[in-house]
């Protein structure tokens, strides 16, 4: 079986960083708006997001999507104030729901019947849909990994704890009506539970003790003396941390000596599936892994290339190892570069500091080259990653403002270095995330990456459409962006065109193709730990630390690794189609603004959507 991550993310406080003046008005995005809408369309797919996010209120936090009023009752139900219905019955409940709107949508609105931008989001609901069926029907994640009830508590805890919907007090009061129903939640699970893979019982107790840590330290100090909060407090906490105790004991002691048939791979069968409707286009799997590993080889050639005038003013004694020869000698010289490249790494407690403020430079260049319109909000955070989304989010990650309150804070996480680490480890993975390769890591994660996208995404107009496709967004789209977009900032000479960069965007390249190649031949083809291993330290160069922090997200994950590769093509496919027909008249800021202001479609779609403008 296979992991399906809970797609809720949180934060902490920490520095703001202000993007400058003069950036974007905060405007409704034209290109998503213009189209022959369809009432019938508009209204339905308006019904079934906001019912879809009452069948989980943590997402319904995400989504900034508080108040649901019911159509029948006309009840008024606080969602930030429920904890997700984790039972049997509740799932059956959910497989039912999807399975009748994908019945209404096809026969009220056909796809044949829309718009073209109507057709665009008929599309994203109807693979969203066949998704969760997917896992419903065959895959059934949620009986055999632990992960999952153990992520979405501890979003459904610190989103409204640090979002701004609300007064503070209000919003501590729904946080602890939602520790109040940790112990309802997890004995539902435990009910059926089974056949878990030793990976997922040991990341899911590592994360559940972040879930412990969150209610007792990062909870409690919210809560203000004396006051009627501490008094509920002090009578929800308890049981609610005993519970979750006894669920990693539960997970350990009993779950964890079951024997299990089943396996962390998810098998061809479910993962052709699952691919097709996660990436939303015409390649297989087997295609891609062909051309990643040609890809690969080619990569390496070009790094060769580029190290080699490199190597021999760093290392003048070396030569060149010409009595080595294939990928012997490519490993020793491009090797010894990366090796004194990755001397140039912040120390552990500076982690944090160096990405804020390489930030900095990182938008100054993106104004000075007219690369993308930055929005005007004030809303990035540098924030360290929440202890129990660390066993995906290893290093880093993005979470963007709810699509519904496009003013809230959006969070750049970044995974401290452990203080108890050892020391060897440290420098591994500091090594790994150097000065340069952090600067990747922002170009990725922040702008003109992910951060971006996500502000350029939350103008569209209308509101339904704009949630819509935030929810269901695209992977590859989303992915290939960032990967994309820092090729791009490359290419116009970013850090004065420093080859120390440009090597470890190479690098980075690789890890890129690494991740498709693991992807399929770990979840499909019985790849071992020890191949992978060889895969990414010998071939991608990766340390051991990076390589076994990937080798984890490979098994906990299924199909997103792929989705940089396949978004980076498609992103480079659409701009030179674009460029081709625009000739002279292309204008790269205006070529990024508008397939930004999109959404998260499947690139081929947004092509379809913009290509009519190439010529204007």
């Not at 008005?25 to 009432?39: H, K, Q, T, Y």
């Not at 995330?433 to 209308?462: D, K, M």
């Not at 690789?510 to 010998?538: F, S, Y």
Request: charged share 25%; with cysteine.
């Amino acid at each position: 079986m296979q992991a399906t991550s809970v797609s809720v993310f949180c934060a902490v406080l920490s520095l703001m960083v202000l993007l400058p003046s003069g950036s974007k008005p905060e405007s409704p995005s034209a290109n998503a708006s213009v189209d022959s809408s369809s009432p019938k369309f508009a209204a339905l797919s308006d019904q079934f997001m906001k019912e879809s996010l009452v069948l989980s209120p943590t997402n319904a936090s995400q989504a900034g999507y508080h108040i649901h009023v019911d159509s029948k009752t006309g009840n008024k139900i606080e969602l930030d104030s429920e904890l997700d219905d984790m039972s049997l019955k509740a799932m059956d409940a959910q497989r039912e729901f999807y399975s009748g709107w994908r019945a209404r949508f096809r026969t009220e609105t056909p796809l044949a019947t829309l718009g073209p931008q109507d057709a665009a989001d008929w599309q994203l609901i109807d693979d969203q849909i066949g998704l969760n069926l997917l896992e419903f029907d065959r895959i059934q994640d949620y009986r055999h990994n632990p992960t999952v009830p153990v992520e979405l508590i501890g979003n459904a805890l610190f989103l409204p704890l640090t979002q701004s919907y609300a007064p503070q007090e209000a919003r501590l009061g729904h946080v602890l009506s939602r520790v109040r129903q940790i112990p309802r939640l997890l004995d539902q699970v435990k009910a059926y539970l089974s056949d878990a893979d030793p990976i997922f019982i040991s990341t899911a107790v590592a994360e559940n003790d972040g879930n412990i840590d969150l209610i007792q330290n990062d909870v409690a100090k919210e809560i203000p003396a004396g006051s009627a909060l501490k008094a509920e407090y002090d009578q929800v906490a308890p049981p609610a941390i005993a519970s979750l105790r006894s669920f990693s004991a539960w997970l350990n002691d009993d779950l964890g000596k079951r024997p299990s048939r089943l396996t962390w791979r998810l098998g061809k069968d479910f993962y052709d599936q699952k691919f097709r409707l996660v990436m939303e286009t015409d390649v297989t799997p087997e295609a891609l892994l062909a051309d990643a590993e040609t890809e690969l080889k080619a990569v390496r050639a070009e790094m060769l290339g580029l190290a080699l005038p490199m190597h021999a003013q760093m290392f003048p004694s070396h030569g060149d190892h010409s009595d080595l020869t294939g990928r012997d000698r490519e490993n020793q010289i491009i090797g010894e570069v990366l090796q004194k490249i990755s001397d140039d790494h912040p120390r552990p407690d500076q982690l944090q500091q160096t990405i804020e403020s390489d930030l900095t430079g990182i938008i100054a260049f993106i104004r000075e080259k007219k690369i993308v319109t930055l929005s005007s909000r004030d809303n990035l955070k540098v924030i360290p990653t929440p202890l129990f989304m660390r066993g995906i989010y290893s290093v880093a990650g993005f979470h963007s403002a709810p699509p519904l309150e496009p003013h809230a804070e959006a969070e750049y996480w970044v995974t401290p270095i452990d203080p108890n680490a050892p020391p060897a480890a440290t420098e591994s993975r500091l090594r790994e995330y150097n000065n340069f390769t952090l600067q990747w890591l922002s170009l990725h994660e922040g702008l003109p990456g992910h951060y971006v996208q996500a502000e350029h995404a939350n103008n569209i107009q209308p509101e339904s459409r704009r949630l819509l496709r935030a929810l269901f967004g695209n992977g590859a789209y989303v992915e290939g962006w960032a990967e994309y977009g820092a090729q791009v900032m490359m290419d116009e000479g970013f850090l004065n065109n420093d080859p120390r960069f440009r090597m470890m965007m190479r690098k980075i390249r690789l890890r890129l193709l690494a991740n498709t190649i693991l992807d399929v031949k770990l979840q499909t083809m019985g790849m071992t730990d020890e191949q992978a291993m060889d895969l990414m330290t010998k071939d991608a160069f990766q340390t051991q630390a990076e390589a076994q922090g990937k080798l984890l997200r490979a098994k906990l994950s299924s199909t997103q690794l792929p989705t940089y590769y396949v978004g980076l093509r498609e992103w480079f496919a659409l701009r030179k189609e674009y460029q081709a027909k625009a000739g002279n008249r292309f204008d790269m800021l205006k070529f990024h603004d508008m397939v930004l202001d999109q959404g998260a479609l499947p690139v081929p779609v947004v092509g379809k959507l913009v290509m009519p403008t190439a010529g204007q």
